[in-house]
């Protein structure tokens, strides 16, 4: 028993999951945390390109494998009719309003461009931006439900031919 004496020992139960609030500012964050390296990158005038996991099954042995292939990755930003830098922050395919009415940020610079990131992440991972999140989530989703019985109006009718005799 002395040996267990000298470890804390405590009640506690294991959480279940994460909220989906929690879910969805990590996946704006690891996407803003994406595009600040792209950015810093090109800053430096060096090439960033995530890769991800994918499995490929091998024609010859039937045997899958996972290999690690390049992300396309396109940039938030822009150079507009001014001559400044603008940023769009993105959730998903749809473009995320910071302020209500305002979709784009305007700089002056590349280096303007990842001080406005870490800007935005600081905020998306304090929760500041959690009900516009949301607001795209459910937008999506309700779209999704839209279209699903318009997809089931359109199916076609089977014609049956009496059977033989």
Not at 46 to 61: L, N
Not at 133 to 138: Q, R, S, V
Not at 150 to 158: D, L, M
Request: charged share 30%.
């Amino acid at each position: 028993m002395s040996g267990l004496s000298a470890l804390k020992l405590v009640t506690s139960k294991r959480q279940q999951g994460t909220s989906p609030q929690f879910a969805r500012r990590q996946k704006l964050s690891s996407k803003l945390d994406e595009q600040i390296q792209l950015a810093k990158a090109q800053q430096s005038g060096t090439e960033f390109s995530p890769v991800k996991i994918r499995t490929v099954k091998d024609e010859a042995t039937g045997e899958s494998r996972k290999v690690e292939v390049p992300k396309k990755l396109k940039p938030w930003w822009w150079t507009g009719e001014n001559g400044k830098l603008c940023i769009t922050v993105r959730y998903g395919a749809r473009t995320l309003e910071i302020v209500e009415g305002k979709n784009a940020i305007e700089t002056d610079s590349i280096a303007d461009v990842i001080t406005s990131l870490q800007v935005i992440r600081t905020a998306v991972d304090a929760g500041e931006l959690d009900k516009r999140i949301e607001a795209l989530a459910e937008k999506g989703r309700s779209s999704e439900i839209v279209q699903a019985p318009a997809a089931q109006t359109e199916k076609r009718s089977i014609l049956r031919l009496p059977g033989k005799s």
